[in-house]
């Protein structure tokens, strides 16, 4: 199934190669009008400049999937974890910033946990009598919740799941339709 999808991406890569040709020849013609230092030529050129990555990561996509249907596993680069890096986050955004960089999942959850503490994470005990406005590390159990009640953020599309046999948690990303309708 995932093979299928290579002729999509490859005609997408067309596409943006063509786009990537006519922008080269408007760059041209502004640098010929307005000189190469003039301020639509430098627009110009940081459009451009993002064009290249998308063909980059559409590669990077068609040799996965190459990988994938030929039953070999491809790994998955992670950024390292930074001490401080999810300080002063909620737990959701901490959670969605880590997936982000980590994989969208599964990921054991006390795996989740100490990758968490370790980049500062601190959820605050609002709801204790004593220990008001303290902060403590995250507890399984704040992932687990966090699953239950399908958070993301404030106008975030994406939902958690848990898995409860191997106690992991996944993220997905809602379509924007697909989250409109949810919300109805």
């Known amino acids: 199934m995932s093979f299928e999808l290579v002729p999509y991406l490859q005609e997408g890569r067309k596409k943006l190669e063509a786009e990537i040709q006519q922008v080269d020849l408007v760059i041209e013609q502004a640098a010929s009008v307005h000189g190469r230092e003039s301020g639509a030529v430098a627009i110009l050129l940081q459009g451009r400049g993002r064009l290249q990555p998308q063909i980059d990561r559409i590669d990077q996509t068609i040799c996965d999937l190459q990988l994938i249907a030929e039953g ?34 599964p990921i054991q959850i006390p795996d989740l946990v100490k990758h968490l503490i370790a980049g500062g994470m601190k959820v605050p005990q609002d709801r204790s009598k004593y220990r008001a ?38 993220m997905i990303v809602l379509a924007r339709e697909a989250a409109e309708k949810h919300k109805k």
């Open 72 to 105: 070999k596993e491809h790994p998955i680069e992670s950024k390292p974890i930074k001490p401080g890096q999810y300080g002063g986050m909620r737990i959701g955004e901490a959670v969605k910033s880590y997936m982000n960089d980590h994989g969208r999942g």
């Open 133 to 170: 406005g303290e902060l403590r590390d995250p507890e399984p159990r704040d992932l687990r919740l966090l699953c239950q009640n399908n958070a993301g953020g404030k106008g975030k599309y994406v939902r958690y799941v848990w898995d409860k046999q191997n106690d992991t948690i996944s």
